[in-house]
Structure formats: structure tokens, C-alpha cells
């Protein structure tokens, strides 16, 4: 069984979305963050993998009230790299295996996960990565938990990130290399991730519904930009 965590920050006790938000506004932000989330723990919860969690960056009882429907896990202290590994410690210890997935990616497809899952239920150690077109990653998954020290390595929000995760973690077993999604970080990723999520196949129902809102916000910000140009 292939546990799935999906990492959060929650609005107004974290920063979301920071170099998004200098550009579009906080507000803006946060939404995106929201919606995109739930779009991706529906796709999750489709999947047939196995039990599906929020990973929630802060330890107040206001993030718990915010993150609902699905069991929460606390990604504790330190940096990326450190708290990714709590996670997957505790869901490899659980349930066999786990993928850890980004909020940012919501055209990810039920599908895809139960690729994921299907490979890492092999008894021998298996790993996967889903490249991110930014050069990071939307997905890890393994059976076997890393060593901290693999996970802390490297740097992360790096264009190399992809790259250097994999070379950390190389030698702990086979590799499914999963299909690239762009993480919406920036006001100029919005195109690919609206261009990902019209070509999906079959897109759950807040997928459909997130692709409807984004459409509506480029329209809106064409609108505007034009109506700066004729003044």
C-alpha cells in the first residue's frame, strides 16, 4: 500500500506562495494555494494507492480546521529536506511505501499515482520522481525511507534541485522517472498550467472547476492590461 502526502502551508499563519504573490497579491496567492490543494487531494483520493494525508507546515490547531476531509500529519521543523523525510519516515513506516506530493501541480492524474503506487508495492526498493518543469520536482515516492542526510543535501527552489535530488538518493534502487508538470510559482507559469490542465483526459471535478477559475483570471488580467495599453 502506497501512502500519499500532500504538502500545505496554510493561509495566514505561513507565507504561500511568496514569489507568486509579488506579482498577483496575497489574496490571489492564497487562493490558488487553497484550490489547487483540494484539486490535488481529490486526484489523490481517486487514485487506487492507498490512504492519502495532509502534510501541514504548522503545528497550530487553526491549520487543522483548515485542512479537512483527510487525516493531517505535521511536517515538523527545519528545512524542506528535513521535513520531507519526517514524512516519508513515518508513511514507509506505516504503510510500505509513500509518495509526497506538491500543492502546485494540480493536473496531476489519478492515473499517473497509480502508476506510482503500483511500482513502488514491488518487494525490492524502488523509488520515483516527477520532474517539475522549473527544475524541482511534484512528486517523490519510495519504499524505503532515505537517510536524512541524503534529503538535507540538497538545494532546494533550485533549477538544478531535480537534477541533485536524484543523484542524492541514485544508489538506493530502481527509478521510475513519472511525466514533467509545471508548478504554478509564477505569473508566467499560468499559461502551461492551464494548457496542462485543458489537455487532461479525464479531469476530476475540481480540477475542471480550477481550470474554469484560471481561465477566468487570465481573461480578467488580458482585460486589464488592455485597458492600461488604451489609456
Known sequence: MTAIA???????????????????GQAWAER???????????AASAAAAGPVYWAVAESQAEARACWTELPVLEQGNGGLGDRMSRVMDSLVHLHGS?????????????????????????PDPRLCLGPARDGGFWTFGANRAPDRKRWTSVRYSQHSTSTDFRQAMQDLGQ????????DLDRAEDLAAVINELAAMNQPQPRQRALLAWLRQQALSANADTASIQKC
Open 175 to 182: 527509478w521510475l522517472t513519472l511525466p514533467s508538470l509545471t
Open 6 to 24: 500532500i504538502f500545505v502551508k496554510t493561509p495566514g499563519l505561513s507565507p504561500v506562495k511568496t514569489r507568486l504573490a509579488a506579482v498577483s
Open 32 to 42: 490558488w494555494h487553497a484550490k489547487a490543494a483540494w484539486a490535488v487531494a481529490e
Open 98 to 122: 509513500a509518495l509526497l506530493l506538491g500543492a502546485d501541480a494540480p493536473q496531476v492524474s489519478p492515473a499517473c499515482l497509480e502508476q506510482a503506487a503500483a511500482w513502488l508495492s514491488a
